[in-house]
């Protein structure tokens, strides 16, 4: 601990740091929520730069993100906000590693699953909103910080090579969940081609629209503010509706061991896309509303894909906490899709009616 009160006092914060203790629930960054003796809260957070090969960059991104819609604030949402070192710098960089710290949004809480369905709604309005606010951003001042992250197709040929390799021997123990990836290769590549034949707009996106990325107001559930920003990238409109559906439909953990758990709940399903579209329906595309209950199915597909990946390769992307948990999270995502495909009619419904009203 001693080393990370030293870091966070490297930061411009209020008083000297006192205590740090790991914070969230997070698959890619070291997150600790630290006390100084004024009693202010921070999030200090060590950079993944296995997974952010080029950090630098990253924080120039946040930094540029957060300064434009804190401009852009109309209504009681807060921005993340860096808290910037003495010598004006965004990050710390010491042996390698990266360090920021951000204010701590008070009054506010994440979910890791639904428990009142009106949070899933505001989570919708939240991201709806991001979506607008960034809608001027100026997408070329965005280094694009992970090549290729929602590109299906690619994610594919990744989880093809890691069959072939089977670095771990793990392949053998898994042969249903690889034969339910490749029974579905075709669906891979629906989006990308649509981007490619300009079917659909390129936006500034968060791509990590996962339920406990937003921060809701804990005695009113409304929107706090959008956080983890550091997925924001050029990107398709379909990617944030999509991935949170993905995690905020299935009433399970996203990693529930026992898949009878797991389903889509459609009345979920209703209540993100209700505040999504409220928020701005107005900006999408006749493409983009096709396309947004397949988005559900696809971004649990590639998120499914992409855990079955990091389990045959070993476990050397996403943070594990037990044996096989990858493969759990694997199941979860593909159970998911097999509902959300019975479910896809009924899907197409509810954002019909959405839309007509
Ligand atoms: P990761 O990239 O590892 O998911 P996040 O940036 O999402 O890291 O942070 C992990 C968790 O820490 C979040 O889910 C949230 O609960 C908490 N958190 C992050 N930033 C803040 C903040 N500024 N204020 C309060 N809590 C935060
Ligand atoms: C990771 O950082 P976190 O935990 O919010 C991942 C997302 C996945 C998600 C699955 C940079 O999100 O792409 O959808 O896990 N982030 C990165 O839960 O790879
Ligand atoms: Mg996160």
Known sequence: MADLLRIA?????????????SYGFGHINDTYIVVTDTGVRYILQRVNNNVFKNVEQLMGNIESVTSFLRKGINC???????????????????????????????DAVTYQTVSEP???????????????????????????????????????ADFEKAVEQDVCNRAASVKAEIEFA?????DASVLVDML??????????????????VMLD??????????????VMPGLLLYDFGDSMRFGTNPAAEDEKDISKVYCDLNLFEQYSRGFLEECG???????????????????????????????????????????????????????????????????????????K
């Open 9 to 21: 006092n490297e930061f411009d914060i209020n008083g000297t740091a006192i205590s740090a203790e």
């Open 76 to 106: 009681s949402c807060e921005c993340l906000t860096l808290v910037l070192r003495k010598n004006g710098k965004s990050f710390l960089k010491e042996d390698d590693k990266y360090y920021r710290v951000y204010n701590f949004i008070e």
């Open 118 to 156: 009106v949070h899933f709604y505001y989570s919708g309005v939240a991201f709806g909103r991001f979506q607008r606010q960034l809608a001027e951003f100026p997408a070329e001042a965005l280094f694009e910080v992970i090549p290729n992250f929602h590109n299906t197709k690619s994610r594919y």
């Open 182 to 186: 490749k029974a579905r290769k075709s």
């Open 196 to 213: 490619e034949k300009g079917e659909l707009p390129l936006r500034v996106t968060h791509n990590d629209t996962k339920l406990n990325n």
């Open 218 to 231: 804990i005695k009113t559930g409304t929107p706090k503010c959008v956080i983890d920003l550091d997925t």
């Open 282 to 356: 107005d900006m999408l595309t006749e493409n983009e509303i096709k396309m947004l209950p397949f988005s559900a199915k696809i971004m649990t597909y590639e998120c499914g894909i992409r855990f079955l990946t990091d389990h045959l390769n070993g476990d050397t992307y996403f943070k594990i906490h037990r044996g096989n948990h990858n493969l759990d999270r694997c199941r979860t995502q593909f159970k998911l899709v097999a509902d959300m495909e019975q479910k896809m009619d009924k899907m197409n419904d509810i954002i019909k009616n959405i839309i007509n």
